[in-house]
Structures are given as C-alpha cells and as structure tokens.
C-alpha cells in the first residue's frame, strides 16, 4: 500500500502516537540490521514496537518468534501495521495470530525466492547471463590498448574516458588474458 518511508514516517506518529521512529536501508532478510537493534535498546516496558510488515521484522519464522519473544521478555509489546495483530504475552489470540502470519510471511518470502531463482534460470536458458553490462565493446578495449601501447597514462585514458584508473586496468588485463588463453587455444 504505502511503500514510501515519507508516508511511513508521517503516517506512524499520527496513529500510533510513536515517540521515535527507526529505520533500516536494507532487506528484513539481513542478520545485522542497526535501526532493529536500535529500536529494541531504545525499547522500554510497556513500550510497543510498531512495524510495517512481519517481513520487515524477521528473517524467517523462527528469527520473528525469537524476536518477538525477546520483547515480551523486556516488557515490550510488538504490533504490525499491514496484518494487523499486537503481540504480547498477556493475548493467547494475539501470539496465535502472530504465529500464523509469521508462517505465512515466511512462506510468501521463500516464493518470491523460487520465482526470482526461476526467473534468472530461465533468462540463462535464454542466454541472458544478468550482471552488469560491460562498459566497454571489444573496438573500444583495442583503442585502449593501442593508447597504453603508445605511452599515454592511464590516468588521461582514464579521465578522458570518464572512468577510475582501476577500470582502465581491468578491461586491459582483460584482455591480455584472452589473447593469452587464445593463444594456448590454438598451439
């Protein structure tokens, strides 16, 4: 629904009445987040840790309910916007509801995986390989190597062509290695 932190952070204080808001710029599926483990230091009991999402709390379901338990054992309550459940101790329906969304988070998480790994197989059937693409075409790399050959630095090359000195080298070394491979190819 609202996939903008700008409207996040708007909208939290107004509804929820939160008195510091965190945040991380990474996936929910990384281990080390510093606004989670900010947020939980900051927490207090009786505090609520509002969240988005079940996903943004937790790598896995196992991660969420240990997560999850460890605020219940500091006092503090957990409540997620998009599923709409709170979680603390005191609720039997409340850690019942967390436990299924967590599985079902859980689960829409491992499908977004297989569809995504599906999807990179399929475009390598296609012979699409993924990656960057390359900054320069075979014509160009030929022209920079005639430019090193004939003594020009690398750092002109380098900002002639606006890129760093460490691309210059790498399409160079590049290919030195694939006119050396060519050649132990062919004797």
């Not at 240990?66 to 101790?89: A, R």
């Not at 691309?167 to 590049?174: A, Q, V």
Request: with cysteine; hydrophobic share 35%; aromatic share 10%.
């Amino acid at each position: 629904m609202w996939h903008s932190l700008f409207l996040r952070s708007d909208f939290l204080p107004q509804k929820y009445d939160c008195e510091k808001i965190f945040t991380d710029h990474m996936s929910g599926s990384k281990k080390e987040r510093p606004g989670l483990k900010s947020a939980i230091e900051f927490s207090r009991p009786g505090d609520t840790i509002v969240v988005w999402r079940l996903d943004r709390l937790g790598r896995n379901m196992e991660d969420l309910i240990n997560i999850v338990n460890s605020l219940n054992n500091k006092g503090v309550s957990f409540h997620s916007l998009q599923e709409n459940i709170t979680m603390d101790k005191s609720s039997s329906t409340g850690q019942l509801m967390f436990h299924l969304f967590a599985a079902f988070a859980e689960f829409e998480r491992n499908l977004i995986l297989e569809r995504s790994a599906a999807g990179r197989e399929a475009a390598r059937a296609r012979g699409r390989l993924g990656g960057r693409p390359e900054k320069f075409s075979g014509q160009d790399i030929k022209l920079l190597k005639t430019l090193v050959d004939n003594g020009m630095p690398i750092k002109s090359i380098a900002e002639s062509w606006g890129v760093s000195r460490t691309t210059i080298y790498r399409y160079i070394n590049k290919k030195k290695k694939k006119s050396n491979s060519s050649f132990l190819n062919v004797v």
